[in-house]
């Protein structure tokens, strides 16, 4: 592949904010390749010849030149444990953002969540934002942290406790806690995220539901 060519490369592709980035992706006409590092191959579903797919253990393809990183990756204690919880949200996600920073990639899209801290006296906000502390230190010229609310979409598995506080906070009085559909998250990501400007950016509910009709609009 050619280093002036335009590749991303995406992780966390089979939940529900990256299935639908990955889609989003192999129709932007901003990249060539969309590199997307999986735990097995055939969890993605869509057959594009723009797609490069690898597995976490063969790293990225030799020589390859990157723009951006995207990265939706996420579980739950209740699946993963609290170790598990930690090495997904907080180690892997900073290991493929070192990835792709070695590989030359400029701007970092990652999916966070509303709370989050390192001083969190609740766990998975305090992984979050020690993941958040991580990645700032990789000095992307540009880093945006999406921090949506409760998600609203089809997952793998059922979580009772998240479709009933989706239900509850689907109104829009709820601010940045309202909930959003995963869709509406990807949109925002792939419509803020090339050209974007130099710094570090949180958005919340608000700003993604601007940045996701906006995209919506422009397709």
């Known amino acids: 592949m050619s ?4 590749n991303a490369l995406l992780v966390g592709a089979t939940g529900l904010i990256g299935r639908e980035l990955l889609s989003l992706l192999v129709q932007s006409s901003h990249y060539d390749k969309v590199v997307v590092m999986v735990r097995r191959p055939d969890a ?11 597995t976490f253990e063969q790293g990225l ?10 990265c939706a990756l996420g579980t739950t204690q209740k699946k993963s444990g ?10 892997l996600v900073i290991t ?3 990835l792709a920073r070695q590989a030359g990639a400029k701007r970092a899209s990652i999916v966070s969540a509303v709370g989050v801290s390192p001083d969190s006296a609740f766990f998975y906000n305090r992984i979050k934002g020690e993941m ?9 010229e540009h880093t945006s942290f999406w921090q949506p609310s409760v998600l609203i979409g089809e997952r793998d598995e059922y ?8 239900k509850l ?16 998250v990807a949109r925002a990501m792939v419509e803020a995220t090339p050209n974007s400007e130099p710094g570090i950016y949180r958005h919340r509910v608000p700003v993604i539901k601007q940045l996701s009709i906006k995209q919506s609009s422009t397709n």
Request: hydrophobic share 35%.
């Open 132 to 140: 958040e502390q991580g990645i700032e230190a990789l000095c992307f």
């Open 169 to 184: 906070l689907s109104l829009p009085f709820f601010g940045n806690y309202q909930a959003l559909s995963g869709a509406r």
């Open 82 to 91: 609290k170790d598990g919880l930690r090495y997904v949200d907080k180690e």
């Open 44 to 54: 993605i579903v869509l057959d594009s010849p723009r797609i490069v797919c690898r």
């Open 61 to 70: 393809p030799d020589g390859i030149s990157l723009e951006d990183f995207y």
């Open 3 to 6: 280093e002036h060519k335009k």
């Open 96 to 98: 493929c953002a070192s």
């Open 159 to 166: 979580r009772l406790g998240e479709h009933i506080a989706a």
